[in-house]
């Protein structure tokens, strides 16, 4: 599970973390964040979309690995996977639906924000965490403490991570992606403006290579 999850997190150093509305927005919201150069997304289950808009992008969006998010409980586990989510996040970590996923074998990335939750996971064989909520848990400081104390894990901040701090957590070794939504935020969603979100997407990759 381990290698699957490096190999997912590791094919953009920002994901977009999503909740729509509408799943007839999922196909070109997912195309428009490709051609900025973003080929992984996270769309929550918040809504009643959630599912159907992961389907969709599962089938028709070629350079897409769609995984789901808000993952509460193994219910929902169980539908995301069937709707064609390649990763599983969820916001906390509870032991059933640890069990579950373990069982299925998918790639896995719980949220944590304490060293007690960074335990539990361990003690689930997880090295790869979601930090949650970034910015009220500590930021980039609290990674760069949890990498001493933990030098075998890996991290994907997500929760106030945006253009202007986002290389203060890519620079951290512990710290393999970041989640956020300035790059495909709600109203642009809404307003259908797929070409703005390319372009915040392209200005956000090169800001990242910089």
Same mark, same amino acid.
Request: charge should be neutral; aromatic fraction near 6%.
């Given at each position: 599970?381990?290698?699957?999850?490096?190999?997912?997190?590791?094919?953009?150093?920002?994901?977009?973390?999503?909740?729509?509305?509408?799943?007839?927005?999922?196909?070109?919201?997912?195309?428009?964040?490709?051609?900025?150069?973003?080929?992984?997304?996270?769309?929550?289950?918040?809504?009643?979309?959630?599912? $159907?808009?992961? =389907? #969709? @992008?599962? +089938?028709?969006?070629?350079?897409?690995?769609? !995984?789901?998010? /808000?993952? &509460?409980?193994?219910?929902?586990?169980?539908?995301?996977?069937?709707?064609?989510?390649?990763?599983?996040?969820?916001?906390?970590?509870?032991? $059933?639906?640890? =069990? #579950? @996923?373990? +069982?299925?074998?998918?790639?896995?990335?719980? !949220?944590?924000? /304490?060293? &007690?939750?960074?335990?539990?996971?361990?003690?689930?064989?997880?090295?790869?965490?979601?930090?949650?909520?970034?910015?009220?848990?500590?930021?980039?400081?609290?990674?760069?403490?949890?990498?001493?104390?933990?030098?075998?894990?890996?991290?994907?901040? /997500?929760?106030?991570?945006?253009?202007?701090?986002?290389?203060?957590?890519?620079?951290?070794?512990?710290?393999?992606?970041?989640?956020?939504?300035?790059?495909?935020?709600?109203?642009?969603?809404?307003?259908?403006?797929?070409?703005?979100?390319?372009?915040?997407?392209?200005?956000?990759?090169?800001?990242?290579?910089?």
């Amino acid at each position: 599970m381990s290698a699957q999850l490096h190999t997912l997190l590791t094919k953009s150093p920002i994901i977009p973390v999503v909740t729509l509305e509408r799943a007839e927005d999922a196909v070109p919201l997912a195309e428009a964040l490709v051609a900025g150069g973003i080929g992984v997304i996270e769309i929550t289950l918040r809504t009643e979309a959630g599912i $159907k808009a992961i =389907a #969709e @992008v599962a +089938k028709n969006v070629k350079g897409m690995t769609v !995984g789901a998010g /808000t993952i &509460t409980n193994a219910e929902q586990f169980k539908a995301a996977a069937g709707a064609g989510a390649e990763f599983i996040v969820s916001p906390g970590l509870t032991a $059933k639906l640890a =069990a #579950e @996923v373990i +069982k299925e074998n998918t790639p896995f990335l719980p !949220g944590v924000s /304490t060293t &007690t939750e960074i335990l539990h996971a361990m003690e689930h064989g997880l090295s790869f965490l979601k930090f949650f909520p970034a910015s009220l848990s500590g930021g980039p400081g609290a990674l760069k403490q949890f990498g001493g104390l933990f030098p075998n894990l890996k991290f994907c901040p /997500t929760g106030g991570v945006n253009v202007d701090n986002v290389n203060d957590y890519l620079r951290l070794k512990n710290v393999v992606c970041v989640g956020g939504s300035w790059v495909s935020p709600d109203a642009l969603i809404n307003a259908k403006n797929w070409a703005e979100i390319t372009r915040l997407t392209a200005e956000a990759i090169a800001t990242v290579k910089r």
